[in-house]
């Protein structure tokens, strides 16, 4: 039995999610969404070998005036450069892209928040398809239009909001998807039952084992699931100008944590992404347990879910609590006022809160604290 889902994304620029098994196969579900002749495929150094050719081939049976062209950046955060990203807009006036062209992202969410920048920009704005190969990307990084580069001074600080025409998830792209990243993707996944519905935190613990065996039916039911939550709220608040802000559970931190880290995750001597969110998502629980918002109990019982899933709750050691302290003032969230915090009061309630004191930050930062 095939297992398809549609999420339809609603709001001013309405596009679909279709998530399911062998999407990849199916040139025509590809090529209705590309509406000129050129066609830009941005892809990593892992992804490339592994699905590109058989995306092109379909493309090409599909739409055989499609004028094809491959981009490949190094895989890994730390390549999600604006050096990357200018090498991006090269290979597209290469391939002489026009207004009507489309840039297809294959790949994680370093792929699609670059090639989504690229299609931003290119003649102020052509079409992107994300076709997300990662969980993370299936569920939270090819949907909402976020795209992004980072600089050293921090991440995603160079961006627009540039929603995609379509996303098209093949969840079979997951079985080539190495174990730690699956997990990664599941931090996300967390995220939506943390900030939005104890009832899916529930769903997950009971699911966790099917999810980390990379059971069909689970995974496809979680990413479904994720891709609602997140389609309600970009569709309300496209622009982060309210409760989109909630979306960013743990992201202070987390964001902190990988800047701090060069962005080192993939390359193996740091968090990645998912990691650092995982960790951040426990040190935000924690800090509305000090604040008096939250019950400590529902912390710890975050902490074991994603511990469960084999993600790390902890921060890493070696970092600095003034540095975090500091990264957390140049995060995209910070005002004038301060700095921003997705706080809960409790599983499924968030909250975005200015003016928490430095000192309980500091606090929760230091390594006797949160060793865990
Ligand atoms: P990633 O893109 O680096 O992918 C992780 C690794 O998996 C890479 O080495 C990649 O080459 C490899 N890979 C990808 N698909 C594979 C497959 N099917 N088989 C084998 N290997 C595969 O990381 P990610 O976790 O997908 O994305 C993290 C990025 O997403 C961060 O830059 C983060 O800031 C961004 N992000 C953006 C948004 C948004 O709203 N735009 C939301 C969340 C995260
Ligand atoms: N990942 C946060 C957002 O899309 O808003």
Known sequence: MSIRHTVEVGGATPYAITIGPGLLDEGDHLAHRIRGIHVLIVSDDNVAPLYAQRVEAELRASRPDALLARFV????????????????????AKLGATRDACVLALGGGVVGDLAGFAAA?????????????????????SVGGKTAVDLPA???LVGAFHPPRAVVADTRALRTLPDRELRAGLAEVVKYGAIFDAGFLAWLDANADALLARDDAA????ITRSCRFKAEVVARDPLE????????????FGHAIETEQGYAGTRGDGLN???????????????????GRAPLSDAERLQALLQRLGLPTALPAGLAPEQLLARMRLDKKAHAGGIRLVLWDGAGRAKLVTGVDDDAILELLQPATNRM
């Open 73 to 92: 950046m190094p895989a890994g955060e730390h390549e999600k450069t604006l050096a990357r990203f200018g090498e991006a807009l090269d290979a597209l």
């Open 121 to 141: 920009c290119w003649m102020r704005g052509i079409d992107v398809v994300q076709v997300p190969t990662t969980l993370l990307a299936m569920v939270d990084s």
């Open 154 to 156: 921090g991440k995603n």
């Open 219 to 222: 995974l496809a039911e979680a």
């Open 241 to 252: 100008h309210g409760d989109r802000a909630l979306l960013n559970f743990g992201h202070t």
């Open 273 to 291: 992404h998912g990691e650092a969110v995982a960790v951040g998502m426990v040190l935000a629980a924690r800090l509305s347990a000090a604040l």
